[in-house]
């Protein structure tokens, strides 16, 4: 079945740690995206992807970084520079290059600073 | 910069028609979508209107886009135990949103026996 998966579900970090969350998507879609929920907040864009090797900034990217070196994956580094990490990460997945460019979201990784 | 704006909360009976409405400042818009969050979960596409439509209906979900007003609505009929979710509107510029669609903060949909 085609989608996107994020991992892990859950994830605890201590102060001054960096961490990685995965998301890969099997849908041979060309733009990938990283959104922050909080609650009351909405979701708000870290970072985007339309292309392999090249990505951009979002609205909320400090703190953050990614890559994307393959299609399928675009992974988010949460650095220990990002003040208030904990939080609801979500990744999702679109077409490029075409007009109506729905997003296809994972479940989501929660994490928690502790 | 662009704008979404939802109303937080909305309570309905069971059985009873839910109304979520959303307001947006991007005269470009050229899609806006509807999805459905529930707890713990991703969030899930319900249906898009394009932006030359003022109405679309698929099953229980009425769309209806006035784009004057830059007002949007998603009627959901027979509201059930299940619709109950955070509801959220979302819309692409007329780069068609290739850089990250603009999502309203939710709505929390809340349904009463």
């Known amino acids: 079945d085609g989608g996107i998966t994020q991992s892990p579900k859950y994830l605890f970090r201590k102060e001054g740690q960096n961490v990685t969350l995965s998301c890969e998507q099997n849908l041979n879609h060309d733009a990938m995206y990283w959104y922050r929920q909080d609650p009351g907040q909405g979701l708000r864009l870290i970072y985007y992807?339309?292309?392999?090797?090249?990505?951009q900034k979002g609205d909320i990217a400090e703190g953050y970084s990614v890559s994307r070196e393959k299609k399928e994956s675009f992974p988010l580094t949460v650095t220990s520079a990002q003040k208030n990490p904990t939080a609801f990460y979500l990744c999702?997945?679109?077409?490029?290059?075409?007009?109506?460019?729905?997003?296809?979201f994972g479940q989501g990784t929660r994490l928690t600073v502790v | 910069g662009e704008d979404v704006e939802q109303s937080l909360f909305l309570s309905v009976r069971e059985g009873d028609s839910s109304v979520i409405n959303c307001t947006y400042t991007d005269s470009s818009s050229t899609y806006l979508y509807w999805y459905k969050q529930e707890p713990g979960a991703g969030l899930q596409l319900l249906t898009y209107i394009f932006s030359n439509m003022d109405m679309k209906q698929d099953q229980r979900l009425t769309v209806l886009l006035n784009k004057k007003d830059k007002h949007l609505s998603l009627r959901i009929a027979d509201t059930q135990t299940g619709d109950s979710a955070i509801y959220f509107c979302a819309e692409s510029d007329s780069g068609g949103g290739a850089d990250g669609l603009t999502f309203g903060k939710g709505t929390h949909l809340i349904i009463q026996p």
């Open positions: 999702a997945s679109s077409m490029a290059g075409t007009r109506r460019t729905e997003a296809f």
């Open positions: 992807s339309q292309i392999v090797n090249d990505f």
